[in-house]
């Protein structure tokens, strides 16, 4: 059952930046975290932020600590990521997705997830 509906994604310059966004309904409001993860080509997995439901306690992926910023509008139910200083690496299907907790979320033993926005970091 998808829930979740993500945009932003785009062609962008390395060193540019992007905001995705992700629509929540309010069936996946309840769980413990909410984030994003990406998928390259050839790659694993990676969950790359994700912000608790309880306190908006926020966790990166290393690699993004610094330059990627979650945060979420509980008035719209919309969580945001903003991205600055991309870089080829970067480019991947964004995904938003829900946990029951957080460990769970980091885990990845997601509750519910949209069906991804293409992020491409090229000059």
């Known amino acids: 059952q998808v829930q979740l509906v993500e945009s932003g994604g785009g062609l962008v310059q390395p060193g540019g930046s992007l905001r995705l966004s992700c629509a929540a309904s309010a069936l996946t409001l309840n769980y413990g975290a909410i984030g994003w993860y990406r998928r390259a080509p050839g790659k694993e997995r990676e969950g790359v932020s994700c912000?608790?439901?309880?306190?908006?306690?926020?966790y990166y992926l290393d690699s993004v600590k610094g330059r990627f910023t979650i945060s979420r509008d509980n008035a719209t139910n919309t969580v945001y990521l903003q991205m600055n200083s991309l870089k080829p690496e970067d480019t991947a299907v964004y995904y938003c997705a829900t946990g029951r907790t957080v460990v769970a979320w980091e885990l990845g033993d997601f509750a519910s997830w949209g069906r991804g926005t293409q992020v491409t970091v090229s000059s």
């Open positions: 912000i608790s439901s309880r306190d908006g306690s926020t």
